[in-house]
């Protein structure tokens, strides 16, 4: 049985979330008001300071994360939440690349699309992030974390998931984001210089040196959630933008994730091919889901093939309450 949990606001320790178990003790969303690497988990000094808590549950977040561009996490973003809005799940989502905004730009394109053709199709909610006096922030306190926290109680109380896609590189929004998640989604290029994020391997491409830059975050975030009393964050790297054919390093990636996935504790599920149609997509901002709504009788082989790696790929994420049925 799904655990209910409630965003509410704490006044005397400044403005941040908390969350709280329905049976009982009032627990902490992290405040992140450390500018170092490493992030400090601060706790509200008494429960006393607890507004009244709202009951009903927090929505599920889902991150879409890594620190190398091009690995296809907008294309990722943009299939999860469409797919989830489409089986009737409340979905929200936050870019936090906030110079790019591919998944902002795809959601615009897709309300924009859809007018011009008079249709209405189910589509994720997109929140701004919303700007902060910084007048008002107390000393040490960040204008980015409460610009994230705000954007994820606007979405809260109307959202079943949030789906948080973050930037191509090491932002403290990013950092913040990879705390918050429930579900950590990792697209991963089949390529060793996209997995020396993950880790350092020797020069045969065999044996796994120790954990690189991006696992020690998350691996951050995981002991901030533990901290907090949350549950452990369920890690998902994805085998993205695969070619078709059987190639020495491909069968290399697949045996260093292997490995690598029992040392640090994520789960390996198939990510999407290398296709044209996931590009051709953007600009009206549609997903292989949505083709045979817009008036597309027949779709070809590589469509339905990759309409099957969307199936599949949200089967593998094993969201609470998601049966999929498309």
Same mark, same amino acid.
């Not at 091009?70 to 489409?86: D, I, P, Q």
């Given at each position: 049985?799904?655990?209910?949990?409630?965003?509410?606001?704490?006044?005397?320790?400044?403005?941040?979330?908390?969350?709280?178990?329905?049976?009982?003790?009032?627990?902490?969303?992290?405040?992140?008001?450390?500018?170092?690497?490493?992030?400090?988990?601060?706790?509200?000094?008494?429960?006393?300071?607890?507004?009244?808590?709202?009951?009903?549950? %927090?929505?599920?977040?889902?991150?879409?994360?890594?620190?190398?561009?091009?690995?296809?996490?907008?294309?990722?973003?943009?299939?999860?939440?469409?797919?989830?809005?489409?089986?009737?799940?409340?979905?929200?989502?936050?870019?936090?690349?906030?110079?790019?905004?591919?998944?902002?730009?795809?959601?615009?394109?897709?309300?924009?699309?859809?007018?011009? @053709?008079?249709?209405?199709?189910?589509?994720?909610?997109?929140?701004?992030?919303?700007?902060?006096?910084?007048?008002?922030?107390?000393?040490?306190?960040?204008?980015?974390?409460?610009?994230?926290?705000?954007?994820?109680?606007?979405?809260?109380?109307?959202?079943?998931?949030?789906?948080?896609?973050?930037?191509?590189?090491?932002?403290?929004?990013?950092?913040?984001?990879?705390?918050?998640?429930?579900?950590?989604?990792?697209?991963?290029?089949?390529?060793?210089?996209?997995?020396?994020? @993950?880790?350092?391997?020797?020069?045969?491409?065999?044996?796994?040196?120790?954990?690189?830059?991006?696992?020690?975050?998350?691996?951050?975030?995981?002991?901030?959630?533990?901290?907090?009393?949350?549950?452990?964050?369920?890690?998902?790297?994805?085998?993205?933008?695969?070619?078709?054919?059987?190639?020495?390093?491909?069968?290399?990636?697949?045996?260093? +994730?292997?490995?690598?996935?029992?040392?640090?504790?994520?789960?390996?599920?198939?990510?999407?091919?290398?296709?044209?149609?996931?590009?051709?997509?953007?600009?009206?901002?549609?997903?292989?889901?949505? +083709?045979?709504?817009?008036? %597309?009788?027949?779709?070809?082989?590589?469509? %339905?093939?990759?309409?099957?790696?969307?199936?599949?790929?949200?089967?593998?994420?094993?969201?609470?309450?998601?049966?999929?049925?498309?």
């Amino acid at each position: 049985m799904r655990r209910a949990f409630s965003i509410l606001r704490i006044t005397s320790a400044g403005p941040r979330c908390v969350l709280r178990a329905t049976r009982g003790a009032v627990r902490t969303r992290p405040s992140f008001l450390d500018l170092t690497h490493k992030i400090q988990l601060k706790l509200p000094p008494t429960h006393r300071d607890v507004g009244q808590v709202r009951d009903k549950a %927090v929505a599920h977040i889902i991150v879409v994360g890594n620190e190398k561009g091009g690995a296809g996490k907008s294309t990722v973003s943009m299939h999860v939440a469409t797919a989830l809005s489409r089986m009737g799940h409340r979905v929200g989502v936050l870019d936090l690349d906030l110079r790019q905004r591919s998944v902002g730009r795809y959601l615009e394109n897709r309300q924009r699309h859809l007018q011009d @053709l008079g249709l209405t199709l189910a589509s994720p909610r997109y929140q701004e992030l919303p700007e902060v006096d910084k007048a008002n922030l107390a000393p040490g306190e960040n204008a980015y974390d409460h610009r994230l926290s705000k954007a994820v109680a606007a979405l809260e109380p109307d959202c079943d998931f949030i789906l948080i896609d973050c930037p191509g590189s090491h932002t403290r929004l990013a950092q913040v984001a990879h705390s918050l998640a429930d579900t950590l989604i990792t697209p991963l290029n089949d390529s060793f210089v996209d997995f020396d994020l @993950l880790a350092r391997i020797d020069n045969d491409g065999e044996k796994i040196m120790g954990p690189s830059v991006y696992s020690e975050m998350v691996w951050s975030a995981r002991q901030l959630r533990a901290q907090a009393g949350l549950p452990p964050i369920d890690w998902i790297v994805l085998r993205n933008r695969l070619g078709a054919q059987q190639m020495v390093n491909k069968m290399k990636m697949e045996k260093a +994730l292997e490995r690598l996935s029992k040392r640090i504790g994520f789960r390996v599920a198939p990510g999407f091919s290398e296709r044209v149609v996931f590009r051709e997509l953007f600009p009206r901002g549609l997903t292989l889901l949505d +083709l045979k709504d817009i008036g %597309v009788k027949q779709l070809n082989i590589s469509n %339905v093939a990759a309409r099957q790696e969307v199936r599949d790929l949200v089967k593998a994420l094993q969201l609470p309450d998601v049966e999929v049925n498309f």
